[in-house]
């Protein structure tokens, strides 16, 4: 099904969704159509605008109330003023969906930045839903953080593992000089060495990627969304 199809399905049922306080499905089908899409409007688009529907996808993504300036600017070109009230109300009725704690939750576990969008009446649950959210989202960061930290220095430790495997190949081939060979050991004692500090580097990473996760599957194990 195309995005427009999507619209044209949703919008052809608005009355009966906006009753029933929107099916999850089609709920989600709305905020994807409209993402898809752009937030400026066409002449075409100006002259059979339902500014009830626009009003409640932005509601659904979220948006801000001072879209409709831009959707205003837009139209202004083509001799057509939006039905602020209509608009107003849709978007009302989409922050409805919006402001559910479950997508409070989405929104802070996606690490999406705070929208103060929401009512009084829905910022409170809204709010402690994307605080929980958040914290898992930074939580998981951290644990993807270190994960990637320990295979960049298992990373190191190959490249200087072959470093080392050189200079053992050149330390036994004819004809190297006495200093040569004492310069070769002593480079090679130093990569040893440092090949020992990166793996001891790489242990306490181990140890810490260990807490993390547990930080982390604990935050999820006592969330209640």
């Not at 939750?105 to 969008?117: D, K, L, N, T, W």
């Not at 009084?120 to 958040?134: C, K, P």
């Not at 951290?142 to 298992?154: G, H, P, R, S, Y």
């Amino acid at each position: 099904m195309t995005v427009k199809e999507i619209v044209m399905l949703c919008e052809t049922n608005l009355s009966k969704l906006l009753e029933t306080r929107l099916p999850v499905l089609c709920v989600a089908l709305l905020l994807a159509a409209f993402l898809q899409g752009c937030a400026t409007l066409n002449k075409e688009e100006c002259l059979v605008a339902d500014w009830r529907l626009i009003g409640y996808q932005d509601g659904v993504a979220g948006k801000s109330a001072a879209m409709v300036g831009s959707y205003r600017e837009d139209c202004a070109k083509h001799a057509v003023v939006p039905d602020l009230a209509a608009y107003q109300a849709g978007r009302e009725e989409g922050l409805l969906e919006y402001c559910r704690p479950e997508n409070g939750y989405r929104q802070g576990a996606s690490g999406h930045g705070y929208p103060a969008v929401c009512s009084s009446a829905t910022e409170v649950d809204f709010r402690a839903a994307y605080e929980a959210g958040r914290d898992i989202h930074l939580a998981s960061s951290e644990v993807n953080k270190t994960d990637a930290l320990i295979k960049k220095q298992w990373q190191r430790v190959r490249s200087l593992e072959h470093e080392r495997e050189h200079k053992l190949s050149e330390l036994v081939m004819d004809g190297i000089r006495s200093e040569q060979r004492v310069l070769l050991l002593y480079q090679i004692h130093e990569t040893e060495a440092e090949i020992a500090d990166v793996k001891a580097g790489i242990s306490d990473l181990e140890h810490e990627l260990q807490y993390q996760q547990a930080q982390l599957d604990q935050l999820r194990r006592n969330s209640a969304y």
